[in-house]
Antibody
Framework: EVQLVESGGGLVKPGGSLRLSCAAS????????MVWVRQAPGKGLEWVSS????????KYADSVRGRFTISRENAKNSVYLQASSLRGEDTAVYYC??????????????WGRGTLVTVSS | SYELTQPPSVSVSPGQTARITCSAD??????AYWYQQKPGQAPVLVIY???ERPSGIPERFSGSSSRTKVTLTISGVQAEDEADYYC??????????FGTGTKVTV
């Protein structure tokens, strides 16, 4: 089955860190760009970060730049998001998603179920 | 960056037609995409490149575009279509933007 499964969420204190993982199965991650998207409780979707297939192109939303780091290990079919200096406003469900396979296809055709990150003292 | 503006809510009776709009000047140059999200679930792509429907998405879902506004239309709405709907686009630098979201109540 083609799927993405996120893990690594949990409760963390303000200023703390967390590493989120996204494991892909049923397809080869190698050729796809991947993204992280988050959704605060009761709020809309917010793009967080993107990484190209070979990790040469990485981009962050202004809200997380300098605090979050995206990476991937194609050999392990996995993508990661290292979140540091966490704030209350980072509390959200974090989704891993696959960008469609086309240079000009700027959309996400496969999503994971998400992992909840709660930042609270 | 820019914003994609959607109405907060749309209410429709079963069997009727729901129309959800998404507006931004950037849409005159960029495609829009639509996702359906039901409570507690991940988003699902329902329309891509303004008007294209992925395999497995019912024909009652359609998309249209007119300059700076795109529209998701659900014809013959069913109870199972009750969900939040988000439009999405991207700029040439690879920055993605989601719309504010529209809650469809059937």
């Amino acid at each position: 089955e083609v799927q993405l499964v996120e893990s690594g969420g949990g409760l963390v204190k303000p200023g703390g860190s967390l590493r989120l993982s996204c494991a892909a199965s049923g397809f080869t991650l190698t050729t796809y760009s991947m993204v992280w998207v988050r959704q605060a409780p009761g709020k809309g979707l917010e793009w967080v970060s993107s990484i190209s297939s070979g990790s040469s192109f990485i981009k962050y939303a202004d809200s997380v730049r300098g605090r979050f780091t995206i990476s991937r290990e194609n050999a392990k079919n996995s993508v990661y998001l290292q979140a540091s200096s966490l704030r209350g406003e980072d509390t959200a469900v974090y989704y891993c998603a696959r960008k469609a396979d086309g240079d000009y296809d700027w959309y996400f055709d496969l999503w994971g179920r998400g992992t909840l990150v709660t930042v609270s003292s | 960056s820019y914003e994609l503006t959607q109405p907060p809510s749309v209410s429709v009776s079963p069997g009727q037609t729901a129309r959800i709009t998404c507006s931004a000047d950037a849409l005159a140059k960029q495609y829009a995409y639509w996702y359906q999200q039901k409570p507690g679930q991940a988003p699902v792509l329902v329309i891509y490149k303004d008007t294209e429907r992925p395999s497995g998405i019912p024909e009652r879902f359609s998309g249209s575009s007119s300059r700076t506004k795109v529209t998701l239309t659900i014809s013959g709405v069913q109870a199972e279509d009750e969900a939040d709907y988000y439009c999405q686009s991207a700029d040439s630098s690879g920055t993605y933007v989601f719309g504010t979201g529209t809650k469809v109540t059937v």
